[in-house]
């Protein structure tokens, strides 16, 4: 990374005006009630700008400005880099290309000191003052050669993220009927509208205001301990709402979720405050940037400690289950379905059953162990319940009575109280014998006997 060979003076100068430039431009999207630029569709844009060189996310208010120029600009490519990080990877600036100013402050400096024996050694200092420098850095969609973005593994099954956020919080979430979400620091509790009472009936939308309710949870005294987080209803406390507001905005960065910050518009109720805090000091922004960072991080960090504990436990249930399978006759197909479903053959029927999840795999199992277990006496219990009476009554040529055809139905009336297993061998039986009058006899017995 090449940085300005300028004097510290000269380079705090140029980072202040820029700060400057940054907080109007925000005022100004303040005034037209967003954080972001008016009619942006932020959802297109990623909020986890990185570099594509040295594969280091861009933080704090240097995220802040890279978000706003991919807006501004279009840019959906989410890799920004330096000329000289360019040039040495082989890819040049198109023309008329300028590069966005970002800050860089130095804690520490290289010395060269003299050791125990006269000796010149390098060393690393601890700065008393952190010195300040500037670099300037260009977009992927700014530059000829840059090969194309590779999509990010990324899980859309939005159903699952909700469910691994939910169980990451640090504090309990409630789900109600209620307008919008919200934050108890007296009770250390969350409240959220279930996601299907949201008016827009968006998952994005619950994962939105989740995202910031969790947000605003880690100012909590046993957690980050911000100093406005029991501020609740003073003026001061809208400053606890931005940081809130930014920290979930990079979260979902992280976790590559669709940036919607104005959904539902309550987040931004706090905007007049928050104008007028920044009018009145600029660098209360900054500050909530670096805030923003550390709530991020640590969402994040409890975000991907649930999903490692809930993977490590999936699997094990993955075993378990293809283990239980295999006893009912059933063997997992070792193949990708394009619907993301898990496939199981019967060994016996070779009939194949889909489960678009791993609970839906257990719940076969129990059902397939009531099968047994209610005619152990009728067929092997390695059989599916219908493909099983089938497999025995045609192909192996068994010959049932209608007496024990009902009795079977009833045994299977009573694991379904609806009804619809008993029904499934009634139309079994019709479809492949055709005997519409042993049907509908068989039906009566059934009848009869409910009676």
Same mark, same amino acid.
């Given at each position: 990374?090449?940085?300005?060979?300028?004097?510290?003076?000269?380079?705090?100068?140029?980072?202040?005006?820029?700060?400057?430039?940054?907080?109007?431009?925000?005022?100004?999207?303040?005034?037209?009630?967003?954080?972001?630029?008016?009619?942006?569709?932020?959802?297109?844009?990623?909020?986890?700008?990185?570099?594509?060189?040295?594969?280091?996310?861009?933080?704090?208010?240097?995220?802040?400005?890279?978000?706003?120029?991919?807006?501004?600009?279009?840019?959906?490519?989410?890799?920004?880099?330096?000329?000289?990080?360019?040039?040495?990877?082989?890819?040049?600036?198109?023309?008329?290309?300028?590069?966005?100013?970002?800050?860089?402050?130095?804690?520490?400096?290289?010395?060269?000191?003299?050791?125990?024996?006269?000796?010149?050694?390098?060393?690393?200092?601890?700065?008393?003052?952190?010195?300040?420098?500037?670099?300037?850095?260009?977009?992927?969609?700014?530059?000829?050669?840059?090969?194309?973005?590779?999509?990010?593994?990324?899980?859309?099954?939005?159903?699952?993220?909700?469910?691994?956020?939910?169980?990451?919080?640090?504090?309990?979430?409630?789900?109600?009927?209620?307008?919008?979400?919200?934050?108890?620091?007296?009770?250390?509790?969350?409240?959220?509208?279930?996601?299907?009472?949201?008016?827009?009936?968006?998952?994005?939308?619950?994962?939105?205001?989740?995202?910031?309710?969790?947000?605003?949870?880690?100012?909590?005294?046993?957690?980050?301990?911000?100093?406005?987080?029991?501020?609740?209803?003073?003026?001061?406390?809208?400053?606890?709402?931005?940081?809130?507001?930014?920290?979930?905005?990079?979260?979902?960065?992280?976790?590559?979720?669709?940036?919607?910050?104005?959904?539902?518009?309550?987040?931004?109720?706090?905007?007049?405050?928050?104008?007028?805090?920044?009018?009145?000091?600029?660098?209360?922004?900054?500050?909530?940037?670096?805030?923003?960072?550390?709530?991020?991080?640590?969402?994040?960090?409890?975000?991907?400690?649930?999903?490692?504990?809930?993977?490590?436990?999936?699997?094990?249930?993955?075993?378990?289950?293809?283990?239980?399978?295999?006893?009912?006759?059933?063997?997992?197909?070792?193949?990708?379905?394009?619907?993301?479903?898990?496939?199981?053959?019967?060994?016996?029927? /070779?009939?194949?059953?889909?489960? =678009?999840?791993? @609970?839906?795999? +257990?719940? %076969?199992?129990? *059902?397939?162990?009531? &099968?047994?277990?209610?005619?152990?006496?009728?067929?092997?219990?390695?059989?599916?319940?219908?493909?099983?009476?089938?497999?025995?009554?045609?192909?192996?040529?068994?010959?049932?009575?209608?007496?024990?055809?009902?009795?079977?139905? /009833?045994?299977?009336?009573?694991? =379904?109280?609806? @009804?619809?297993? +008993?029904? %499934?061998?009634? *139309?079994?039986?019709? &479809?492949?014998?055709?005997?519409?009058?042993?049907?509908?006899?068989?039906?009566?017995?059934?009848?009869?006997?409910?009676?």
């Amino acid at each position: 990374m090449i940085l300005e060979k300028i004097s510290h003076k000269k380079a705090l100068q140029t980072i202040m005006d820029d700060r400057k430039s940054l907080v109007n431009q925000i005022l100004r999207n303040l005034e037209k009630g967003s954080l972001w630029p008016p009619g942006s569709d932020t959802a297109r844009f990623s909020s986890s700008p990185y570099n594509p060189v040295s594969d280091n996310f861009y933080t704090s208010s240097n995220r802040i400005r890279l978000m706003l120029a991919a807006m501004e600009r279009g840019y959906q490519d989410p890799r920004w880099c330096t000329l000289h990080q360019a040039e040495a990877s082989g890819w040049s600036p198109k023309p008329g290309t300028k590069g966005l100013l970002l800050e860089k402050w130095d804690f520490t400096e290289i010395r060269n000191v003299h050791d125990a024996q006269g000796r010149w050694e390098r060393t690393i200092t601890k700065l008393d003052k952190p010195k300040p420098n500037f670099f300037y850095v260009y977009n992927a969609e700014q530059l000829y050669g840059v090969p194309p973005l590779e999509p990010k593994e990324t899980s859309l099954n939005l159903q699952s993220t909700m469910g691994t956020l939910l169980s990451s919080s640090e504090c309990p979430i409630k789900r109600e009927i209620c307008a919008k979400g919200s934050y108890s620091f007296e009770l250390d509790e969350i409240k959220v509208p279930d996601s299907f009472d949201l008016k827009t009936k968006s998952l994005e939308v619950f994962l939105s205001v989740l995202s910031h309710e969790m947000a605003l949870s880690t100012g909590h005294p046993s957690r980050l301990n911000r100093p406005l987080a029991d501020k609740a209803g003073t003026p001061d406390y809208a400053l606890e709402e931005l940081r809130a507001e930014l920290g979930a905005a990079f979260f979902k960065g992280n976790l590559n979720l669709p940036l919607i910050p104005e959904a539902p518009q309550s987040h931004m109720d706090y905007s007049s405050s928050w104008i007028k805090a920044l009018q009145n000091d600029p660098s209360e922004f900054f500050r909530a940037c670096r805030d923003a960072e550390k709530i991020s991080d640590r969402l994040y960090q409890n975000y991907s400690k649930t999903l490692e504990a809930e993977t490590m436990l999936n699997k094990a249930a993955e075993d378990k289950y293809r283990a239980d399978m295999e006893k009912f006759g059933y063997k997992q197909i070792e193949t990708t379905d394009p619907d993301g479903d898990i496939l199981f053959q019967n060994q016996i029927t /070779k009939k194949i059953s889909s489960f =678009s999840h791993w @609970g839906e795999v +257990a719940w %076969e199992i129990e *059902r397939l162990q009531i &099968a047994a277990d209610l005619t152990a006496n009728n067929f092997h219990p390695t059989d599916d319940l219908v493909d099983g009476i089938h497999h025995l009554w045609f192909e192996a040529g068994k010959e049932l009575t209608l007496r024990e055809i009902a009795d079977m139905a /009833k045994d299977m009336a009573k694991a =379904s109280p609806e @009804g619809t297993l +008993a029904e %499934e061998l009634i *139309r079994s039986i019709q &479809a492949e014998c055709c005997q519409q009058e042993m049907a509908m006899q068989a039906m009566n017995e059934i009848a009869l006997e409910a009676m």
